[in-house]
Nanobody, 121 residues
Framework: QVQLVESGGGLVQAGGSLRLSCAAS????????MGWCRQHPGTQRELVAV???????KYADSVKGRFTISRDNAKNTVFLQMNNLKPEDTAVYYC???????????????WGQGTQVTVSS
């Protein structure tokens, strides 16, 4: 079992910034890849950013150049710095953890409860 607790969501104007944080805790699970997904109202979740166990990062095309994922391996914590936010970034953001080195699976892996991000125009 893995527990993931997100923080840092909120309301921001378009063009603004937010920083999301997620702390993972586990007694048995081997945490390798960590990352973020989001869900817009009425749609399926989509992967936003992944930080692999090897230190590589991957982003959805819609956030490239605006979002940056980082990680503190010693604390099993992952961050998402979101700059130049747009109204279409409004969604619930979820933190995830996987025992896979490279990928996060929306169905198979562990996900937190989510934090709301709202971007006003």
């Amino acid at each position: 079992q893995v527990q993931l607790v997100e923080s840092g969501g909120g309301l921001v104007q378009a063009g603004g910034s937010l920083r999301l944080s997620c702390a993972a805790s586990t007694s048995r699970f081997s945490i390798n890849a960590m990352g973020w997904c989001r869900q817009h109202p009425g749609t399926q979740r989509e992967l936003v950013a992944v930080f692999t166990s090897g230190g590589n990062t991957k982003y959805a095309d819609s956030v490239k150049g605006r979002f940056t994922i980082s990680r503190d391996n010693a604390k099993n914590t992952v961050f998402l710095q979101m700059n130049n936010l747009k109204p279409e970034d409004t969604a619930v953001y979820y933190c995830g953890a996987s025992d896979d080195d490279y990928e996060l699976n929306l169905e198979r892996d562990y996900w937190g409860q989510g934090t709301q991000v709202t971007v006003s125009s």
